[in-house]
């Protein structure tokens, strides 16, 4: 008992640390993008779909010893591709689709161990229940989801605080070679066991044999699609709140990992057998949690509240997936079909997730997922409650009515007022067009939930700089006090919204604008007029914008602004200290590296005037309190080497001392504490 308990306990903790660790491994490839969790995930489910099928059928098609022998090949085979670092040809250039191009990657880098890793749960307790036909082997999965789990919590934690993300990888690799050791240790032990006298009477009651469960009926096709359901739905629940908590805060593994890891601990509560799934209390929990996660992401109001947000949706998670892994249990076959109900278990998995990180973005203009999943986890749940006590069909009829309800609510409010709604892998775009009259007709791009950029209508007033990037902004104060040099000036801009800041060009100056998003470029020609307007010249760069200026010779820029944000999320990889080694070497000497680091929930100034120290910079913090009518509050902060520039007093009348915090770290591209900088 205790060799398989151990393999299955190694191989599900490898199984889900492996998640993190790739995912951080390229997030920087692909803007900090939140949809790279969400795509790395499709992955893990499908692969894990495609071992538990081959669990399935090496168990039922295959000898005992014939079964074995493959795996070990497999097993051995899989060692050649260790470590698990992704090679750099793997790097996009811009014009890629991430998607594929993820996936193509994960499997080129991780895809036999990852698939051998999803293979041992369902595979070594057919060997156990094959080995020892009078004990159950449901208990061993509850083992192998708490061994996930610790892998999960202990990583942000644990890990990724100490250690860079290479010797992550080179530590998962070891860790995968005791994996190998054990499993094929698990094989040959089952075989033995199989083959003396006293087992070999009782095999008939191992899976594909006849044994003590003879008398049950094979699982229906409706029974199997229900298994399907049932996963497919907390699956897709699960993703979709991912999208939900991390597209306004920064996609980072902290904030991947509390999903996963309640979702992970609903598997082990409810395959542990101990009676945590009470039906009675969750089934009226789920329809009272599924109105409040609807009404909480319909209503407007609430959408920047934080607290509110993840502690609703953390809990309305759980509760959810409690009813969908709680009702597998009651509906679990007899050990011999048990490859079945976890094959159907991964397929729905899979399913549930290729919905969110595949089709969605593909058919849906917006997040509406999350809002589809609740209605159907209440549909769900009318389903189930159809044969039980009428009070549970009246709380599952008022669930399902407020999740539609909330749903028509949201959908109603996202169109409000658009004429352009667009989504793709790095988020949802929405031109809005408000005012009554010519003289506030306006309009702005929303990014997610949240104002990337205005411009007014009126032909007097179309070419004055908005929001962020008024002239009392950092930003503009900075531009506007080069404006009185004789040279022209290049600016370079990450990330270009609108393209607001070209409004600040004369003529012989360059603008250039880096851009990861090609939807973000075709709404700034298209829908504003800030750059045709302009009187610099303009160059547009797509990709990521770190790995463009990786990759280019020095640009000699007098100011460097970087203003990418994927809703209100920052891509951290563009705040770290190597990033801002990679700007220096653009820069002219003495030249400004600008960071906007305006955000509802992170305090990053600490952050920024760390890395300043770090690389010997001056640096000065320029708040907008926004009271003009076409501004909005701001937050800059200039880094730079010319202490005359900033001794300036159209810039120095108006910064704000900065408290630095010497006992936080330094950001790198190994390690940030989001946790340490929320307001």
Same mark, same amino acid.
């Given at each position: 008992?205790?060799?398989?308990?151990?393999?299955?306990?190694?191989?599900?903790?490898?199984?889900?640390?492996?998640?993190?660790?790739?995912?951080?491994?390229?997030?920087?490839?692909?803007?900090?993008?939140?949809?790279?969790?969400?795509?790395?995930?499709?992955?893990?489910?499908?692969?894990?779909?495609?071992?538990?099928?081959?669990?399935?059928?090496?168990?039922?098609?295959?000898?005992?010893?014939?079964?074995?022998?493959?795996?070990?090949?497999?097993?051995?085979?899989?060692?050649?591709?260790?470590?698990?670092?992704?090679?750099?040809?793997?790097?996009?250039?811009?014009?890629?689709?991430?998607?594929?191009?993820?996936?193509?990657?994960?499997?080129?880098?991780?895809?036999?161990?990852?698939? !051998?890793?999803?293979? @041992?749960? =369902?595979? %070594?307790? /057919?060997?156990?229940?094959? $080995?020892?036909? #009078? *004990?159950?082997?449901? +208990?061993?999965?509850?083992?192998?989801?708490?061994?996930?789990?610790?892998?999960?919590?202990?990583?942000?934690?644990?890990?990724?605080?100490?250690?860079?993300?290479?010797?992550?990888?080179?530590?998962?690799?070891?860790?995968?070679?005791?994996?190998?050791?054990?499993?094929?240790?698990?094989?040959?032990?089952? !075989?033995?066991?199989? @083959?003396? =006298?006293? %087992?070999? /009477?009782?095999?008939?009651? $191992?899976?594909? #044999? *006849?044994?003590?469960? +003879?008398?049950?009926?094979?699982?229906?096709?409706?029974?199997?699609?229900?298994?399907?359901?049932?996963?497919?739905?907390?699956?897709?629940?699960?993703?979709?709140?991912?999208?939900?908590?991390?597209?306004?805060?920064?996609?980072?593994?902290?904030?991947?990992?509390?999903?996963?890891?309640?979702?992970?601990?609903?598997?082990?509560?409810?395959?542990?057998?101990?009676?945590?799934?009470?039906?009675?209390?969750?089934?009226?929990?789920?329809?009272?949690?599924?109105?409040?996660?609807?009404?909480?992401?319909?209503?407007?109001?609430?959408?920047?509240?934080?607290?509110?947000?993840?502690?609703?949706?953390?809990?309305?998670?759980?509760?959810?997936?409690?009813?969908?892994?709680?009702?597998?249990?009651?509906?679990?076959?007899?050990?011999?079909?048990?490859?079945?109900?976890?094959?159907?278990?991964?397929?729905?998995?899979?399913?549930?997730?290729?919905?969110?990180?595949?089709?969605?973005?593909?058919?849906?203009?917006?997040?509406?997922?999350?809002?589809?999943?609740?209605?159907?986890?209440?549909?769900?749940?009318?389903?189930?409650?159809?044969?039980?006590?009428?009070?549970?069909?009246?709380?599952?009829?008022?669930?399902?009515?407020?999740?539609?309800?909330?749903?028509?609510?949201?959908?109603?409010?996202?169109?409000?007022?658009?004429?352009?709604?667009?989504?793709?892998?790095?988020?949802?775009?929405?031109?809005?067009?408000?005012?009554?009259?010519?003289?506030?007709?306006?309009?702005?791009?929303?990014?997610?939930?949240?104002?990337?950029?205005?411009?007014?209508?009126?032909?007097?007033?179309?070419?004055?700089?908005?929001?962020?990037?008024?002239?009392?902004?950092?930003?503009?104060?900075?531009?506007?006090?080069?404006?009185?040099?004789?040279?022209?000036?290049?600016?370079?801009?990450?990330?270009?919204?609108?393209?607001?800041?070209?409004?600040?060009?004369?003529?012989?100056?360059?603008?250039?604008?880096?851009?990861?998003?090609?939807?973000?470029?075709?709404?700034?020609?298209?829908?504003?007029?800030?750059?045709?307007?302009?009187?610099?010249?303009?160059?547009?760069?797509?990709?990521?914008?770190?790995?463009?200026?990786?990759?280019?010779?020095?640009?000699?820029?007098?100011?460097?602004?970087?203003?990418?944000?994927?809703?209100?999320?920052?891509?951290?990889?563009?705040?770290?200290?190597?990033?801002?080694?990679?700007?220096?070497?653009?820069?002219?000497?003495?030249?400004?590296?600008?960071?906007?680091?305006?955000?509802?929930?992170?305090?990053?100034?600490?952050?920024?005037?760390?890395?300043?120290?770090?690389?010997?910079?001056?640096?000065?913090?320029?708040?907008?309190?926004?009271?003009?009518?076409?501004?909005?509050?701001?937050?800059?902060?200039?880094?730079?080497?010319?202490?005359?520039?900033?001794?300036?007093?159209?810039?120095?009348?108006?910064?704000?001392?900065?408290?630095?915090?010497?006992?936080?770290?330094?950001?790198?591209?190994?390690?940030?504490?989001?946790?340490?900088?929320?307001?």
């Amino acid at each position: 008992m205790l060799l398989y308990a151990a393999t299955i306990f190694v191989s599900a903790f490898l199984l889900f640390l492996v998640q993190p660790v790739m995912a951080k491994q390229i997030l920087p490839w692909f803007g900090g993008s939140a949809t790279v969790w969400t795509t790395c995930l499709v992955f893990f489910q499908t692969a894990l779909l495609a071992g538990y099928a081959y669990s399935d059928v090496t168990v039922r098609r295959l000898t005992p010893r014939a079964g074995v022998r493959l795996h070990a090949l497999l097993l051995l085979a899989s060692l050649a591709l260790l470590p698990i670092i992704p090679g750099v040809q793997w790097k996009p250039g811009g014009a890629e689709n991430p998607s594929w191009l993820i996936l193509g990657m994960l499997a080129a880098t991780i895809g036999l161990p990852y698939f !051998l890793l999803s293979t @041992t749960s =369902p595979l %070594v307790q /057919a060997w156990f229940a094959r $080995a020892r036909p #009078g *004990a159950s082997p449901y +208990r061993l999965f509850a083992l192998s989801n708490f061994a996930s789990m610790l892998a999960l919590v202990g990583y942000p934690f644990l890990l990724e605080p100490w250690a860079p993300t290479r010797e992550q990888a080179i530590g998962w690799s070891f860790g995968y070679a005791l994996f190998v050791l054990l499993c094929a240790a698990a094989g040959w032990r089952s !075989l033995r066991q199989h @083959t003396t =006298p006293t %087992v070999r /009477a009782l095999a008939d009651d $191992a899976p594909g #044999g *006849a044994g003590t469960d +003879r008398g049950e009926a094979p699982p229906t096709l409706a029974r199997q699609l229900l298994w399907c359901t049932l996963s497919a739905t907390g699956s897709l629940l699960l993703l979709a709140v991912s999208n939900h908590i991390t597209q306004n805060i920064a996609a980072v593994p902290l904030l991947w990992i509390l999903p996963l890891a309640l979702y992970l601990l609903t598997f082990i509560l409810c395959f542990d057998g101990s009676g945590w799934y009470r039906r009675e209390i969750f089934l009226s929990m789920l329809a009272a949690a599924l109105g409040v996660m609807a009404w909480t992401l319909a209503d407007p109001k609430l959408t920047h509240e934080l607290e509110i947000q993840v502690g609703v949706f953390s809990g309305g998670l759980f509760i959810a997936c409690m009813f969908c892994h709680g009702e597998l249990t009651r509906l679990k076959p007899a050990p011999r079909y048990l490859t079945r109900f976890y094959l159907m278990i991964s397929v729905g998995g899979a399913a549930g997730s290729v919905l969110v990180g595949i089709v969605a973005p593909l058919v849906l203009p917006a997040y509406f997922e999350l809002a589809a999943g609740l209605i159907l986890c209440s549909l769900l749940l009318l389903w189930q409650v159809r044969r039980e006590a009428p009070v549970y069909g009246v709380l599952g009829l008022v669930g399902t009515a407020v999740a539609v309800g909330c749903a028509i609510w949201g959908v109603t409010a996202f169109y409000a007022n658009a004429i352009v709604a667009s989504r793709n892998f790095y988020g949802v775009l929405r031109v809005q067009e408000l005012g009554d009259n010519d003289a506030n007709r306006r309009r702005s791009l929303v990014h997610g939930t949240i104002l990337h950029g205005t411009q007014y209508l009126g032909p007097e007033i179309r070419q004055r700089a908005t929001t962020y990037y008024t002239a009392t902004s950092g930003i503009g104060r900075l531009l506007e006090s080069m404006h009185p040099r004789m040279d022209p000036i290049r600016v370079g801009v990450i990330g270009l919204g609108t393209g607001t800041l070209a409004i600040y060009g004369s003529k012989g100056d360059v603008y250039r604008f880096y851009e990861i998003n090609p939807d973000v470029i075709e709404v700034a020609q298209r829908d504003f007029t800030f750059l045709s307007d302009s009187d610099a010249t303009i160059e547009l760069a797509l990709g990521d914008a770190r790995l463009s200026l990786e990759r280019e010779p020095a640009q000699n820029l007098d100011v460097l602004a970087i203003d990418a944000f994927s809703s209100d999320a920052i891509p951290v990889h563009l705040i770290t200290s190597e990033a801002v080694g990679i700007y220096r070497r653009h820069l002219k000497p003495g030249g400004v590296i600008a960071f906007h680091v305006t955000n509802r929930f992170l305090n990053l100034i600490p952050v920024v005037e760390a890395l300043a120290q770090a690389h010997g910079l001056q640096v000065m913090h320029l708040p907008d309190g926004g009271l003009d009518a076409m501004a909005t509050r701001s937050d800059w902060v200039l880094l730079t080497t010319d202490v005359r520039l900033l001794a300036r007093p159209e810039l120095a009348g108006h910064a704000q001392e900065i408290v630095a915090r010497r006992d936080w770290r330094l950001w790198t591209d190994a390690f940030n504490n989001l946790v340490q900088v929320l307001k």
